[in-house]
């Protein structure tokens, strides 16, 4: 939402010379790090993970299975819709019944006996606050032969991020996902793209997706 300053940065490695052999580019940290520098207010890092991410040929380190997402804003006063997930069961019920918002919670076991417990009060009906780790499987796109990310995967930063009359724009556009979903939210939205070819593809792609959305 250019609107208010505000940008969600996803960033990937690299590689350097300037490294030892085997060591890690560190370019997102560098990144996090410059944005501060210049200014930026950084409000959270937020890790991608791939459940069903592809297997790496190593044996000397762990396989790596997320990406980072950065969250950064120009000021401390920025648009943001508070977004939910569901609580996990063990959370959500106790004693079969949820829990109320004064923080009480009474039962009867059987045994003529009360229970109190205030740190399992869970008030909010639509869940708790989103968390930071999100769990979403890649998804291949058969037209575009490089890393597509999953349209579930910027659902959360347009809605967050982007107000019902902002513009989402995505100066990367490649295939076209983030415009897609923005579409799909009924978001206006700007992309620009080297590539004549991706172009090409990203308005085919958008096309094709609103014209079966209009068919239901």
Same mark, same amino acid.
């Given at each position: 939402?250019?609107?208010?300053?505000?940008?969600?940065?996803?960033?990937?490695?690299?590689?350097?010379?300037?490294?030892?052999?085997?060591?890690?580019?560190?370019?997102?940290?560098?990144?996090?790090?410059?944005?501060?520098?210049?200014?930026?207010?950084?409000?959270?890092?937020?890790?991608?993970?791939k459940p069903n991410s592809m297997p790496q040929s190593v044996?000397?380190?762990?396989?790596?299975?997320?990406?980072?997402?950065?969250?950064?804003?120009?000021?401390?006063?920025?648009?943001?819709?508070?977004?939910?997930? &569901?609580? #996990?069961?063990?959370?959500?019920?106790?004693?079969?019944?949820?829990?109320?918002?004064?923080? =009480?919670? *009474?039962?009867?076991?059987g045994t003529g006996q009360s229970t109190y417990r205030q740190?399992?009060?869970?008030?909010?009906?639509?869940?708790?606050?989103?968390?930071?780790?999100?769990?979403?499987?890649?998804?291949?796109?058969?037209?575009?032969?490089?890393?597509?990310?999953?349209?579930?995967?910027?659902?959360?930063?347009?809605?967050?991020?982007?107000?019902?009359?902002?513009?989402?724009?995505?100066?990367?556009?490649?295939?076209?996902?983030?415009?897609?979903?923005?579409?799909?939210?009924?978001?206006?939205?700007?992309?620009? &793209?080297? #590539?004549?070819?991706?172009?090409?593809l990203a308005q085919k792609r958008i096309k094709i997706e609103? =014209?079966? *959305?209009?068919?239901?």
């Amino acid at each position: 939402d250019s609107s208010s300053n505000k940008y969600v940065i996803n960033t990937v490695p690299h590689k350097s010379k300037d490294l030892p052999p085997k060591c890690l580019c560190q370019i997102p940290e560098r990144f996090s790090i410059a944005m501060t520098d210049n200014d930026w207010v950084k409000r959270n890092t937020i890790i991608w993970h791939k459940p069903n991410s592809m297997p790496q040929s190593v044996k000397d380190r762990f396989t790596v299975d997320f990406e980072y997402f950065y969250f950064f804003t120009k000021n401390k006063n920025y648009y943001f819709e508070q977004q939910f997930e &569901e609580y #996990s069961k063990s959370m959500n019920r106790w004693g079969g019944q949820k829990l109320k918002a004064d923080g =009480q919670s *009474m039962w009867d076991d059987g045994t003529g006996q009360s229970t109190y417990r205030q740190r399992d009060m869970r008030p909010n009906d639509e869940g708790k606050n989103k968390r930071t780790i999100w769990s979403i499987n890649t998804e291949p796109y058969k037209e575009a032969h490089f890393a597509v990310f999953p349209e579930n995967l910027i659902l959360t930063p347009i809605k967050a991020c982007c107000p019902k009359d902002g513009i989402v724009f995505d100066p990367f556009a490649g295939s076209g996902t983030t415009l897609l979903v923005a579409e799909k939210l009924g978001r206006q939205w700007v992309g620009i &793209e080297l #590539s004549s070819k991706y172009i090409k593809l990203a308005q085919k792609r958008i096309k094709i997706e609103t =014209q079966q *959305m209009k068919l239901y």
